[in-house]
T-cell receptor, first 111, second 111 residues
Framework: DTGVSQDPRHKITKRGQNVTFRCDPI?????LYWYRQTLGQGPEFLTY????????KSRLLSDRFSAERPKGSFSTLEIQRTEQGDSAMYLC?????????FGPGTRLTVL | ELKVEQNPLFLSMQEGKNYTIYCNYS?????LYWYRQDPGKSLESLFVLLSNGAVKQEGRLMASLDTKARLSTLHITAAVHDLSATYFC???????????FGKGTSLLVTP
């Protein structure tokens, strides 16, 4: 399978805990994006990497959120001190052209 | 702030009928994207429209872009049940290609 992969697919955590998600992009894609999608809404942009450089962050990305893409390969998204409002589907996408290809997502439930 | 509006948000149509979904956006952009999402699944890229007047067709779906009117349409011809899904349009504004999504149109095709 050469598509975008994400791990884990589901995560249930208690409020206040830290969680980390991983995204593996399509191998030749230099751009990597994180989005968040809540029920009944379209995805909302969180942040974007070109190679290893994080070039853009949404104002939605509070200081509890941090993302990395070491060596321009896989990326991680960490949420510290989770809140119930963080419950959502976290989607990763990659591209080398305008068209973005999305992974299956990580569904986060904060109890 | 870029706003992307889709209508209708919900659409129930009979098999064999034709219908059009509209996507309006608030700021000049030459790039518009259509995605499909099945329940509990990630997003599948349908069309990438990169210039004024662009028209693309795939099977029973045809998408067009009018950048002067800031309007894209997704036309469904002779709908079949397999087209039941949520359809999102998205616009990007800058060279980073971060996508701004509409709220989606939930389509149900009934016999």
């Amino acid at each position: 399978d050469t598509g975008v992969s994400q791990d884990p697919r589901h995560k249930i955590t208690k409020r206040g805990q830290n969680v980390t998600f991983r995204c593996d992009p399509i191998s030749e894609h230099n751009r990597l994006y994180w989005y968040r999608q809540t029920l009944g809404q379209g995805p909302e942009f969180l942040t974007y990497f070109q190679n290893e450089a994080q070039l853009e962050k949404s104002r939605l990305l509070s200081d509890r959120f941090s993302a990395e893409r070491p060596k321009g390969s896989f990326s991680t998204l960490e949420i510290q001190r989770t809140e119930q409002g963080d419950s959502a589907m976290y989607l990763c996408a990659s591209s080398r052209s305008p068209e973005q290809f999305f992974g299956p997502g990580t569904r986060l439930t904060v109890l | 702030e870029l706003k992307v509006e889709q209508n209708p948000l919900f659409l129930s149509m009979q098999e064999g009928k034709n219908y059009t979904i509209y996507c309006n956006y608030s700021t000049t952009s030459d790039r518009l994207y259509w995605y499909r999402q099945d329940p509990g699944k990630s997003l599948e890229s349908l069309f990438v429209l990169l210039s004024n007047g662009a028209v693309k067709q795939e099977g029973r779906l045809m998408a067009s872009l009018d950048t002067k009117a800031r309007l894209s349409t997704l036309h469904i011809t002779a709908a079949v049940h397999d087209l039941s899904a949520t359809y999102f349009c998205a616009v990007d504004l800058d060279s980073g290609y971060a996508l701004n999504f509409g709220k989606g149109t939930s389509l149900l095709v009934t016999p």
